[in-house]
C-alpha cells in the first residue's frame, strides 16, 4: 500500500492534470483533496483535450475509482457540466466516481459574494477566478455551510434558504445588483445528478483502501505559492494546496503518505494580481506566452510569464517535503540562445535565496545565472537521449540546486509527449 501526493510548486498551472493522467496507471485510487472548479487540468491524448475542474485526472483511465475529498468546494452545475462531457465520451462516471459527503457545496450566492466582493477591491483586486471559491471557503470555517451530504436531509431547504438570507443580507451591504432567479432553478436541478453519484464517507472508504493494500495518488490543485498559509498573501487561493492540505482534505494520517511528486514548469507563470520576482514585460515574456499557449484554461486569461525563479522553487519543495520533480514544457524553451534562471532575490542590497515574508511590498531585483539554450524541435522525443545537451545540462543543473531528481520530464501536451526518467511500478 502507498499513499503519493502529486501537486503544483509554482502558481498553478504546472501541468498536474497530465502527470496524473500519466501516472494512474500505477494506482487505483485517484483522490482530489482540495480546491474546486477554479482548477482546469488539462490532458491530451487519442486527439481529444479534455480540461477538468473538480473530478480527479484519472476518470480517463480504466479500473481506477476517482474520489472527490471532503477538502473540496463543488458547484454542483459546473460539476453536472463535467459529468454530462464526460458520460458523451462514453466515460463511465457513475462506477468510477466517489464524492465526500463532508465536501462543501458552493452556492449561486456564493458567486454573486465573489463578484461583489472583488469589485469592491477595484485597483487591489486578488484576481479571483469568480467561482465562489473564497466565500464557500469562508463559510465553511464561519461554520455555516452547506455539504453534500446535507441534500439528503429533510430539512435542506430550509437551511439552504437561511444561509441564502444571510448571503442577501451581505449583497445588500456591497449594494451590488443581481437576480438569482435563473441560476437558483439551474443550481437546484443539478443537485439531482449529485445524488445519484456515489456519496461516501471518504475518509473511512480510502483509509480501508490502504488497508487493502490499494495505491492511492492524492491529486492537488492551483500550486504551493497560492496556499493560503504560506503563498503570497494575501494574492492567494482559499484552501491548503500543499502536502499538509492531503491529510485534512482527505482524511489520511500524515504517517501514510510515502512519496511527493512536485510539479513545476521550467519556466514560470502566474494568473492574476501578486508579485512575480521573474516576471518578463519584453519580447521574450511575449515569446514564452505564445509559445506555451499561456492562457487560464479556467478563465482565459492571459497568464504572466517569466524566467525560472529557485528561491521560490526551494521554498516550496522545502514545505511540502517534495521527494522527487516532474518538469513540464520544456519544449517551451526550445529557441533561445540563452536561459535564465533566478538564483537569489536582491532586496535593499541585501541577498536572499528564499522568499521573504516582505515579498508583497518589497522591491525585488532577481539575480540570474545564465545557461545555454538549445533550437532543437524536441517535442517528438521518446527518450532521453534524443535531447539535445544544453537541456540535459539544464536539467543536471536544476538537480543540483534543488538536491532533487526530475524524474518525468515533459516535451508537449500529449500523454505521449513525456518522458520517464525513473522506472514506475
Excluded at 437561511?162 to 445588500?172: A, P, R
Excluded at 512519496?259 to 494568473?271: D, E, M, P, Q, S
Aim: hydrophobic letters at 35%.
Amino acid at each position: 500500500m502507498a499513499l503519493d501526493v502529486l501537486l503544483g510548486l509554482q502558481w498553478g498551472d504546472e501541468g498536474k492534470g497530465k502527470i496524473v493522467d500519466v501516472l494512474t496507471p500505477n494506482y487505483d485510487v485517484i483522490a482530489r483533496f482540495q480546491g474546486g472548479p477554479n482548477a482546469g487540468h488539462t490532458l491530451e491524448f487519442n486527439n481529444i483535450k479534455h480540461v477538468l475542474h473538480t473530478i480527479p485526472s484519472g476518470i480517463f483511465r480504466e479500473d481506477t475509482d476517482n474520489v472527490v475529498g471532503n477538502g473540496v468546494v463543488i458547484d454542483p452545475i459546473i460539476f453536472e457540466e463535467e459529468i454530462k462531457k464526460l458520460q458523451a465520451m462514453d466515460v463511465d462516471v457513475n462506477s468510477k466516481l466517489f464524492v465526500s459527503k463532508k465536501a462543501h457545496l458552493i452556492l449561486p450566492t456564493h458567486r454573486l459574494l465573489d463578484a461583489a466582493s472583488e469589485k469592491a477591491k477595484g485597483k487591489d483586486k486578488i484576481g479571483s477566478t469568480l467561482k465562489g471559491i473564497g466565500p464557500t471557503y469562508m463559510d465553511k470555517t464561519g461554520r455555516n455551510g452547506l455539504r453534500v451530504g446535507d441534500i439528503l436531509a429533510a430539512d435542506f431547504d430550509e437551511r439552504y434558504n437561511e444561509l441564502v438570507e444571510k448571503h442577501k443580507g451581505l449583497l445588500s451591504y456591497y449594494e451590488f445588483e443581481y437576480d438569482l432567479s435563473e441560476s437558483e432553478k439551474k443550481w437546484f436541478a443539478s443537485l439531482e445528478t449529485l445524488k445519484s453519484l456515489n456519496l461516501i464517507d471518504s475518509e473511512h472508504q480510502l483509509n480501508n483502501d490502504l488497508k487493502q493494500g490499494k495505491n492511492i495518488l492524492a491529486e492537488g490543485a492551483q500550486g504551493t505559492l497560492l496556499d493560503i498559509d504560506f503563498g503570497s498573501y494575501p494574492f492567494v487561493t482559499s484552501s491548503n494546496t500543499i502536502t499538509a492540505g492531503t491529510c485534512t482534505g482527505l482524511g489520511i494520517a500524515p504517517n501514510k503518505i510515502d512519496n511527493i511528486i512536485g510539479i513545476f514548469k521550467a519556466y514560470c507563470t502566474r494568473v492574476g494580481s501578486g508579485p512575480f520576482p521573474t516576471e518578463l514585460f519584453d519580447e521574450t515574456g511575449e515569446k514564452i506566452q505564445k509559445l506555451g499557449h499561456e492562457y487560464g484554461a479556467t478563465t482565459g486569461r492571459p497568464r504572466r510569464c517569466g524566467w525560472l525563479d529557485l528561491p521560490a522553487l526551494k521554498y516550496a519543495i522545502m514545505i511540502n517535503g517534495v521527494t522527487e520533480l516532474s518538469m513540464m514544457k520544456a519544449d517551451v524553451l526550445s529557441g533561445f540562445d540563452t536561459l535564465k534562471v533566478c538564483t537569489h532575490y536582491s532586496i535593499d542590497g541585501k541577498l536572499y535565496d528564499y522568499m521573504p515574508y516582505d515579498i508583497i511590498n518589497a522591491k525585488v531585483e532577481p539575480v540570474y545565472i545564465e545557461l545555454k539554450g538549445w533550437h532543437e524541435d524536441i517535442t517528438a522525443a521518446e527518450s532521453m537521449d534524443e535531447l539535445p545537451e544544453a537541456l540535459h545540462d539544464y536539467i543536471e543543473f536544476l538537480e543540483k540546486e534543488l538536491e532533487l531528481p526530475i524524474s518525468i520530464v515533459s516535451v508537449g501536451p500529449n500523454r505521449k509527449q513525456t518522458l520517464l526518467r525513473k522506472q514506475y511500478a
